[in-house]
């Protein structure tokens, strides 16, 4: 297991120093650069301002001197966004509050999206399949740019009992979970009814049934864990996709979170932050499919023999 | 699946007409009412938003400055839109627009991802790694910087829109038919292919690739439906179909803004744009239970 | 089997999964105290304030947000009126102005103070003028101080000596600045936060103080001589700043803090107010505003702002470079149907550049919305009823109203002259890049006045100015403006100032469309906070006094 793991750190480096270096060159080849303003400065305080930044320097330079910096020092850069803070500075404090977020939404797809998919897979083709799968398709039918207002208004306006934006209590965590689980809860859901409905049409559920195992005991103790194993393999890209996906829910919500700083670094040319949110981007998914193979041998002890 | 072989059954006296497993699997979704109901309102839908297009183009752009925003009413049975113009021509040739961009995006992604998936598959091996290991590669690259780079560096035209959004979606579909081609590669037929002197890319192009379209075709009418989530979201942030044309993303990222004063806005488009997703969802869930797929992973 | 119990424990985890699922959708029991109810209570102000700002440093930012923040931090020489902005005694509590208009003495109050305890001294703020006119540290702002003698020649590498510019500490608690010219609305220049005092042995601490990157911002290490100080400050979420103790004038002060949330989305914020999350707004949805008219006026604020909405053309390329082409096209637009049936916030339509009434002065000459007179211009310039002229081409960057508003005239263009337009739409970046490079045709621009002078909307049309970007150069109007730069009598110089917007509006470089309105909600326990056209309020005089109930 250990080797495993080891082998695939080391098979993920070159991935990440690829994404590290074109996603370099991608922002160097965009037009515009971050000192422009609306307001135009003159020539000499722009190069001023840039050669601050090592922008004045050939591509190539400025690559290896990123590069060096992050390799010796860890350091991501300061940000050419927020002039006053550096980019570990600024995913040290988004970071953490986009992995709640997008913990506490897969929680709510979790159990909203098992719940719905192993149902559907009991009722196959009658109301009793339609209708949960239906309310949890909603998640991928319905932009969620929609559902996050409506849920605010309903929730936050008309009844009062949440906030309409902001991180500050606990309770301002709920909405903006549901809204980012939704989508995910359509696939969860999908996922739980076809697993399901492969196991619940082998030959060892109908000697259960037949050996007069109640309903309960055929589906929590037999099939589930069929069930869960395409929802896990789906999880690891799932959770880093959510760095992203969740870009809407904190630009409604007014989450202090890391996807805000992402897609802001595309606008706005921060090529530190853009960098910094890339490969921390890039790792996720790494760890992430690593961490999803793991749990997926573990579940699946047929797994392990395959090589 | 593999070539169709006619099942005989004989019952005493008569012969039962043979079906094939496609006979067997439309046979199936016939009876899934959900994919049933969903792929008539798809097709139904497309073309009206055809119709309207030959019939009344350029109804869409009309603007009545005086009017603004106006309830539906019998004149406009949708309502109008802040500029006055009218709502139900602009959901319908919204409608075509991402009903094409869901298409050729599809188009472009199955076309990009079979062709590679099976090389991969096929091939084995060192190839099949290093391609592979590019696909990690781009799932990890940032699909904004992309997007906004070619709409960039290339102009604006939808059709880049189209194939942007393509580009990003074909490595799930390069995985899948990498997956059923690993397992088809083991299959007898094959190797009497190979045995009768067949090259690679013929058996690649004459084998391997007829014999996913199964699994390719459920799996594109799944990414038609994301393609246009997507598309909604790159409205979201103001990369979508230009003005004055729209797109059903556009009408609805318009249309929340202005949520609680004119509600119609949001509503109408939303429930054409739900409604066929919804529609699509189902048809491919329908036709991966009809053909009774296994979803392959890696 | 070791796999089942795994599989138990797993199940056990889905439980507690469900459990949580359900917690957290049960409701709060009883009515919470909203944020606002507490904040009257408490004299806590909650702010609405747009994007994240760059940065607090008053020698480095340039954006509005910043402003607002750093009001509350810092204070120069004048501070202003709440009412109309006219300069009042800040740090300075007198001052002295030559015969001939270009020497001013400031006299600065005994018990300024920094947050520190350290008085505030001449030497302060010339060493502050020194960091922001040194050329290493890149301030954008720093032609603010070009109307200084040799600011300019140093800030450019032209002097190395910062003695020989226009700043003289003659002791302490005494300031002495020598002007170019005379300039009258050179008082008005002071308010902005270019010429804010820093502590700079605190910029020196955390960095080089002629270059950027100087981490002294921070909570805990800023120090300020303003009403407040910087308290806590997360970004993206909220930045907080208390009463300060060392303040001179923190006898009148009667707000205990003011937290600014930064807040992007303008639906967002205005579902916020609602919800008594905040006592001010920055903007809001213009949608939103007719439902407020109507329902809850009193929330309503309206008020006239220093900007002008306009499309920038490009001169250098035809059909554009004929100046009857331009205000053909300029004619031809119904303002009036844009800022009634579009904007719907009491926008007013431009006929001219300057914003009326700005530091007194209204331009005479307005474009006529003559639709007969621009049809003969166009047939004049060879294209009548627009047949033969090339479709034009208007950019403008991915924002609400500016697609709608292109949309439109884009219908009158087609309709009332039979001119093509095409809409181009640029993302933010991209769109000052193409504006910059004259890679456009007309262009969506908008610009706020630094200040409350016409020279502030004026000087921007010279040759080659940086904020020109059209390629429009007229040597007559550069002599006006330099003329008017260098006239001491203020009804003289506003008539240059007529004299060179006639020319302006003769060529029209630019097509003005609106003048800025600024709507923003406001609750009525919010005392002391008055529609200013600049938005500026100084928070010292402001203070919540809840309704009786």
């Given at each position: 297991m250990l080797r495993f793991i080891f082998k695939r750190i080391l098979e993920a480096i070159p991935v990440l120093l690829i994404v590290a270096t074109v996603t370099f060159f991608l922002l160097h080849r965009m037009p515009g650069g971050p000192f422009d303003t609306e307001k135009a400065t003159t020539p000499e305080i722009k190069k001023q301002i840039e050669a601050y930044y090592g922008l004045d320097k050939p591509v190539t330079q400025q690559y290896f001197d990123y590069m060096k910096r992050l390799v010796l020092h860890g350091d991501l850069g300061p940000s050419q966004k927020y002039f006053g803070w550096s980019v570990n500075e600024l995913l040290a404090g988004s970071l953490p509050v986009s992995?709640?977020?997008?913990?506490?939404?897969?929680?709510?797809?979790?159990?909203?999206?098992?719940?719905?998919?192993?149902?559907?897979?009991?009722?196959?083709?009658?109301?009793?399949?339609?209708?949960?799968?239906?309310?949890?398709?909603?998640?991928?039918?319905?932009?969620?740019?929609?559902?996050?207002?409506?849920?605010?208004?309903?929730?936050?306006?008309l009844l009062g009992w949440f906030n309409t934006s902001g991180w500050f209590f606990p309770r301002d965590r709920v909405l903006p979970a549901m809204t980012l689980g939704l989508y995910y809860m359509a696939y969860i859901s999908r996922l739980t009814r076809g697993g399901m409905l492969e196991i619940l049409n082998q030959d060892f559920i109908r000697t259960a049934r037949a050996k007069g195992a109640s309903e309960w005991r055929v589906v929590w103790r037999h099939s589930l864990r069929g069930g869960l194993l395409s929802v896990v393999s789906f999880l690891g890209p799932a959770i880093s996709g959510i760095v992203t996906g969740s870009l809407v829910v904190e630009t409604i919500f007014d989450i202090p979170g890391a996807a805000r700083f992402f897609i802001g670094a595309a606008f706005n040319r921060d090529g530190p932050m853009l960098m910094g949110t890339t490969l921390v981007y890039a790792v996720l998914v790494v760890v992430m499919n690593l961490l999803a193979d793991i749990v997926q041998v573990w579940m699946n002890p047929r797994l392990r023999f395959d090589s | 699946m593999s070539a169709e072989f006619p099942i005989v059954t004989q019952h005493a006296g008569e012969i039962e007409p043979g079906h094939s497993l496609w006979q067997d699997a439309w046979h199936r979704l016939r009876q899934n009412k959900l994919a049933v109901i969903g792929g008539v309102f798809v097709a139904i839908l497309s073309l009206i938003c055809l119709l309207a297009i030959v019939i009344a183009p350029g109804s869409y752009a009309k603007t009545n400055l005086a009017l603004g925003a106006t309830a539906p009413s019998s004149a406009h049975w949708l309502g109008t839109d802040i500029l006055g113009r009218d709502m139900l021509s602009r959901i319908l040739f919204g409608g075509c627009i991402s009903l094409s961009v869901g298409l050729a995006a599809t188009l472009v992604s199955v076309i990009i991802g079979v062709l590679y998936g099976a090389i991969s598959g096929y091939l084995g091996g060192r190839v099949d790694v290093i391609l592979m290991r590019i696909v990690d590669i781009i799932y990890s690259l940032p699909f904004v910087i992309f997007v906004i780079l070619i709409l960039v560096v290339f102009g604006k035209h939808i059709v880049l829109l189209f194939m942007a959004i393509g580009a990003v979606s074909w490595l799930d579909m390069a995985r899948i038919v990498r997956g059923q081609v690993m397992s088809l590669k083991r299959q007898e037929f094959v190797e009497a292919a190979v045995a009768l002197g067949l090259r690679k890319r013929q058996i690649i192009l004459r084998h391997m690739i007829p014999n996913v379209l199964g699994i390719v075709a459920i799996y594109a009418t799944l990414i038609v439906p994301s393609v246009m989530l997507l598309e909604a979201f790159l409205s979201f942030l103001g990369l979508g179909v230009q003005a004055p044309m729209s797109s059903w993303g556009t009408l609805i990222n318009d249309g929340r803004k202005t949520m609680e004063e004119y509600p119609w806005l949001l509503i109408y488009p939303s429930l054409f744009f739900s409604l066929t997703l919804f529609s699509l969802n189902f048809l491919g869930d329908g036709l991966r239970d009809a053909l009774d797929v296994r979803a392959s992973k890696d | 089997m070791q796999f089942v119990s795994s599989f138990h424990s797993l199940r056990r985890i889905v439980c507690c999964l469900g459990v949580l699922a359900i917690l957290s959708l049960l409701p709060g029991?009883?009515?919470?105290?909203?944020?606002?109810?507490?904040?009257?209570?408490?004299?806590?102000?909650?702010?609405?304030?747009?994007?994240?700002?760059?940065?607090?440093?008053?020698?480095?930012?340039?954006?509005?947000?910043?402003?607002?923040?750093?009001?509350?931090?810092?204070?120069?020489?004048?501070?202003?009126?709440?009412?109309?902005?006219?300069?009042?005694?800040?740090?300075?509590?007198?001052?002295?102005?030559?015969?001939?208009?270009?020497?001013?003495?400031?006299?600065?109050?005994d018990n300024a103070k920094w947050s520190n305890g350290d008085p505030v001294t001449a030497r302060d703020f010339w060493n502050s003028y020194k960091r922001i006119l040194t050329p290493s540290l890149g301030a954008e702002y720093s032609y603010m101080h070009f109307v200084v003698k040799n600011a300019e020649a140093y800030n450019t590498n032209g002097i190395t000596d910062f003695n020989q510019v226009g700043y003289k500490v003659i002791d302490d608690h005494t300031l002495q600045i020598t002007l170019n010219n005379s300039t009258p609305y050179f008082l008005s220049l002071l308010l902005h936060h270019s010429w804010y005092p820093v502590h700079l042995p605190t910029v020196a601490k955390w960095g080089d103080p002629y270059q950027r990157g100087s981490k002294w911002t921070r909570p805990g290490r800023f120090i300020g001589n303003g009403a407040f100080v910087l308290a806590k400050w997360r970004v993206n979420d909220v930045i907080e700043v208390r009463k300060s103790p060392t303040y001179w004038d923190r006898d009148r002060v009667r707000l205990n803090a003011i937290r600014f949330y930064p807040i992007e989305s303008d639906d967002t914020e205005e579902r916020a107010f609602r919800a008594g999350q905040l006592h001010v707004t920055l903007t809001m949805p213009p949608s939103k505003i007719a439902y407020y008219k109507e329902h809850n006026p009193e929330l309503l604020q309206l008020g006239p702002y220093l900007g002008t909405y306009f499309y920038r053309v490009n001169v250098t390329k035809p059909p554009l470079n004929d100046a009857r082409v331009r205000r053909a096209l300029a004619m031809a637009i119904d303002r009036g149907s844009i800022v009634t049936n579009v904007m719907k916030g009491g926008q007013l339509p431009a006929y001219n550049f300057v914003p009326p009434g700005t530091a007194g002065y209204t331009c005479r000459t307005l474009l006529p919305e003559n639709i007969a007179e621009a049809k003969r211009l166009l047939a004049e310039a060879g294209y009548p009823d627009g047949k033969g002229m090339p479709p034009v081409e208007i950019l403008y960057n991915t924002l609400e109203y500016h697609r709608t508003i292109a949309e439109a005239i884009q219908q009158m263009w087609k309709t009332k002259l039979g001119v093509d337009a095409r809409l181009v739409n640029e993302e933010w970046k991209v769109y000052l890049d193409s504006q910059r490079s004259l890679n456009y045709q007309l262009c969506r621009a908008a610009w706020i006045g630094d200040y409350d002078d016409p020279n502030s909307f004026l000087d921007m049309w010279l040759t080659g100015g940086g904020n020109n970007e059209t390629g429009w150069s007229n040597p007559e109007y550069d002599r006006l403006i330099a003329q008017a730069a260098a006239t001491p009598e203020p009804k003289e110089r506003l008539e240059v100032f007529q004299k060179a917007e006639a020319i302006l509006m003769q060529e029209m470089p630019e097509i003005p469309v609106y003048f800025y309105t600024r709507f923003f909600l406001q609750r009525p326990e919010v005392k002391g906070w008055y529609p200013t056209i600049l938005d500026n309020h100084p928070y010292k005089y402001v203070y919540l006094e809840a309704p009786k109930k």
């Open positions: 992995m709640e977020l997008g913990l506490e939404g897969l929680c709510f797809a979790l159990f909203f999206g098992l719940t719905a998919g192993v149902i559907a897979s009991l009722r196959k083709n009658t109301f009793g399949d339609y209708i949960p799968m239906s309310f949890a398709t909603l998640g991928i039918c319905i932009p969620s740019f929609v559902t996050g207002p409506l849920l605010i208004i309903v929730f936050g306006i | - | 029991c009883g009515k919470r105290e909203t944020l606002v109810e507490v904040g009257d209570r408490e004299q806590i102000l909650h702010i609405g304030n747009g994007t994240e700002p760059q940065d607090l440093d008053p020698d480095i930012v340039t954006g509005v947000q910043e402003f607002h923040i750093m009001m509350s931090l810092l204070e120069g020489l004048v501070t202003e009126d709440p009412v109309d902005l006219h300069p009042v005694p800040g740090v300075a509590e007198r001052w002295d102005i030559s015969p001939d208009g270009k020497v001013y003495t400031f006299h600065l109050r």
